[in-house]
């Protein structure tokens, strides 16, 4: 079993940046494709960026060219980089890993709250 914990959340103006991290309990090398996904109250969770073992990545189309995912396999970290941020992107935010022998998204971490005003 993998625990992630998130870390990095709060208020930001609208403009503003933040960064997100997410640790796991053991090495991410084992840990197949990982991922930010966002809850906005009333909405669905939604996909924000993904990122391979390869370090391939993929984003939500809302966050192209403002936010950046990426691994350090080193530290075991996960991190989201988060710029020109939006009120739109008030979200919890989820960190996300495929447990490779089940092919399924089974690790979650506890969530950070990332509010963005206007």
């Known amino acids: 079993q993998v625990q992630l914990v998130e870390s990095g959340g709060g208020l930001v103006q609208a403009g503003g940046s933040l960064r997100l991290s997410c640790a796991a309990s053991?090495?991410?090398?084992?840990?197949?494709?990982m991922g930010w996904y966002r809850q906005a109250p009333g909405k669905q969770r939604e996909l924000v960026a993904a990122?391979?073992?390869?370090?391939?990545?993929n984003y939500a189309d809302s966050v192209k060219g403002r936010f950046t995912i990426s691994r350090d396999n080193a530290k075991n970290t996960m991190y989201l980089q988060m710029n020109s941020l939006k009120p739109e992107d008030t979200a919890v935010y989820y960190c996300?890993?495929?447990?490779?022998?089940?092919?399924?998204?089974?690790?979650w971490g506890q969530g950070t709250q990332v509010t963005v005003s206007s």
């Open positions: 990122i391979t073992r390869g370090h391939n990545t």
């Open positions: 053991r090495s991410i090398v084992a840990i197949g494709d």
């Open positions: 996300t890993g495929v447990n490779p022998l089940t092919a399924s998204r089974d690790y």
